[in-house]
């Protein structure tokens, strides 16, 4: 097991003392219980970290670690990003979990016209807090040091956006009766950003499709059977990151 994951908002520019307090301390302390001479890893979650050895605990929020050199990891290519239509329940908290788990670099929660969950005002506040929650603790426990982004919900005029931008935009779509290539085969860019389209539980409409084959992304599939949206992302981006060497 490697070592524990905390996040700070601001890591020293040098080897020092530093003292973890506020919830993450509380977590150290209270619920890893961790004592000193034990191993952790400080973040600030977007590629800065430094590997530390515990001194003291004190208290039930205060942990004092004796840092290292900072590190700074850069961003991974192919960056991918995840564009998610949003899931009933706590579905979307699932597939931001497991797409974080596996690497993605930026997910993108997307109001698809045959979405049943919408976010409106409060709601729609709260439910993308959960979001970039769920990302953050997820990338915590996969050892992750630099969070996937989570974007604020996109239209789907801003989705074509996106995949217009990209190196390679892919739409996943199985349809018998709609023409798609195997997501396994294509040739994918060594470089550059590698946009991934989740649709919702009905599909993409006719009309988003015909927009996003307009902004340069084609319809692709997984296999033979049909994956639920809070999956899909999750084993496209898992095809994608071992066919583009990054789990080499």
Avoid at 134 to 161: C, H, I, L, M, Y
Avoid at 191 to 203: A, D, F
Avoid at 209 to 215: G, I, M, N
Wanted: hydrophobic share 45%.
């Amino acid at each position: 097991m490697t070592a524990p994951v905390f996040v700070v908002e601001e890591l020293p520019s040098a080897p020092a003392e530093f003292v973890l307090d506020g919830p993450e301390g509380r977590h150290a302390v209270s619920v890893k219980r961790l004592r000193p001479g034990e191993e952790v890893v400080l973040t600030d979650g977007a590629g800065r970290w430094a590997r530390g050895e515990v001194l003291a605990a004190e208290g039930k929020d205060r942990l004092t670690v004796a840092l290292t050199e900072v590190v700074e990891e850069p961003p991974q290519s192919p960056r991918i990003t995840v564009v998610q239509a949003l899931p009933k329940g706590d579905r979307g908290e699932l597939a931001v979990e497991t797409m974080t788990e596996t690497g993605v670099d930026a997910i993108v929660p997307w109001a698809a016209s045959r979405c049943i969950t919408q976010w409106k005002g409060e709601r729609g506040l709260k439910a993308l807090a959960k979001w970039r929650a769920t990302a953050r603790e997820a990338g915590k426990q996969s050892r992750r040091v630099r969070f996937p982004e989570v974007a604020d919900a996109a239209t789907t005029r801003q989705v074509a956006a996106l995949l217009a931008r990209a190196d390679f935009a892919a739409v996943l779509h199985e349809d018998r009766d709609y023409r798609s290539e195997p997501l396994a085969t294509v040739p994918l860019p060594a470089e550059g950003e590698i946009v991934l389209v989740v649709g919702p539980e009905g599909g993409v409409s006719p009309d988003e499709l015909a927009l996003f084959e307009e902004a340069g992304a084609k319809a692709y599939r997984l296999g033979r059977s049909v994956l639920r949206t809070s999956t899909a992302g999750t084993a496209a981006a898992a095809l994608v990151l071992g066919r583009t060497g990054r789990w080499s």
